[in-house]
Structure formats: C-alpha cells, structure tokens
C-alpha cells in the first residue's frame, strides 16, 4: 500500500544550494499534506504542511509545494544548511481519518 | 517548547512476555497516537486514542494490543504476548485538534526500541 512516494532514497545538495525533494501520492482524499524531519535516535520532528486547497506554503527557508491535478508535492529548503542533513518524510492526511499516511523518506545530505 | 516523552529508550524483552510501553504527551493535547517503525520500513500509523477511546486503527493493531490512559498525563502500549515480528520502533505522538481536520501536525515521541528475543 503506497499511498505516499518518496522515489529518491537520497539526495546530496551542496551548503548554500537549494534543496528539492519531492513527493507523489495516490489518493484523491488527502487533505493536508505535511512534512516532517528525522535526526537519528529521535522521532519525526514537524517542519511544515499545506491544505490541499493552497498550492504553497512558506515557512523561512522551508516552502511546499503542491500540485494537485499531477498528485505530486515538493519541500524546497533554500538555502540548504549542514543542520538541515536528515531524513525527510512527505506525510499526508484524509479528513474522515486520524492518521497520517508516511512515505519511506529520503536522506538528505548537504556538502560541505 | 514542550515535548512528547517516551520511556524506555529501549525495551529488550523475550518473546511471549508482556511489554508496556509509556509516553507522556504533550500536556494540552487531546488526541495521542502510536505508530511504528520496523527496521528499514516505513512508519505506520497503529491507534489513535481520544476522550478515553479508541478513535481510530490499524489491521497491525491486533487484540494482543491496547491503549490506555490511566491518569491525567501518561499514556500506554502494551503488547500482550510479544513476536518476534513485533520488534520495532514504537513513536508516541500527540496533537491539539483531530489530525483530520485541521492543520494541527502531531509530535513525536523519540521513540522506544523494541527488541524481542
């Protein structure tokens, strides 16, 4: 059951570049979108999200994509930083549901 | 900021025994979830619990699971006979509003390692 893609495992961008990752998903039910960060030995940390009614988010360096017709989503995070070196999960949620749907993640690196 | 607290970090435990797992969420929030993470895998959502119910699970969350919240600030997983298959890291999370509905995100817990032997 793979309702949320994340196709690239990792992603290595260098310090200062942007960062895209990207994010398709397969029901038409979702209604918000999120994304969250992972640092070893802790637990997804929130970093932002966007209703499927908007087509973009900004939050700082952190803007989210969203296009709907294609079922597809991107996190932006310009300009990329060593911290910002993790496992990002493209999450989403259906409002008749508590849940939240995770893709696998991608592992970030950014170089030096 | 105030924060999801999971206790233990890791939990080794023999297979066919009990386990609890404990997590105090975040203390104005009233809806609390458990998930999990097998090795390798992605998470995966198990129950969601809200006004001293079960509101919402998964095929995973099986009658050797159950929730509860005992007091005011705690709130627990336990597995009743553990597997093998059941090693894992187990994530409480907590969020003001009903994830559904609204754009409130749900925290996450750092987690607790299972490891059944």
């Known amino acids: 059951d793979q309702q949320v893609k994340q196709n690239s495992p990792s992603l290595s961008v260098q310090e200062g570049r942007i960062s895209i990752l990207n994010c398709d998903y397969t029901?038409?039910?979702?209604?918000?979108f999120l994304w969250y960060k992972k640092y070893p030995a802790e637990g997804p940390t929130f970093l932002i999200s966007?209703?499927?009614?908007?087509d973009k988010n900004e939050d700082g360096r952190f803007t989210v994509f969203l296009n709907k017709s294609a079922k597809h989503l991107s996190l932006h995070i310009v300009p990329s930083q060593p911290g910002d070196s993790a496992v990002y999960f493209c999450a989403a949620s259906a409002i008749s549901d508590d849940k939240i749907i995770f893709g696998k993640g991608t592992r970030l690196h950014i170089l030096p | 900021e105030p924060e999801v607290t999971q206790t233990p970090s890791h939990q080794v435990t023999q297979m066919g025994q009990e386990v609890i797992l404990r997590c105090v969420p975040i203390s104005n929030h009233l809806y609390f979830y458990w998930y999990r993470q097998i090795l390798g895998q992605k998470v995966e959502f198990l129950v969601s619990?809200?006004?001293?119910?079960?509101?919402?699970k998964s095929e995973i969350f099986d009658d050797q699971f159950s929730v509860e919240r005992p007091d005011g600030s705690n709130f627990t997983l336990k597995i009743r006979s553990t597997k093998l298959e059941d090693s894992a890291m187990y994530f409480c999370?907590?969020?003001?509003?009903?994830?559904?509905?609204?754009?409130?995100?749900?925290?996450f817990g750092d987690g607790t390692r299972l490891s059944i032997l």
């Open positions: 619990f809200y006004n001293n119910e079960i509101s919402e």
């Open positions: 029901n038409s039910m979702f209604d918000y």
């Open positions: 966007i209703s499927s009614i908007k």
């Open positions: 999370a907590s969020s003001l509003k009903r994830q559904g509905r609204s754009n409130q995100p749900q925290h």
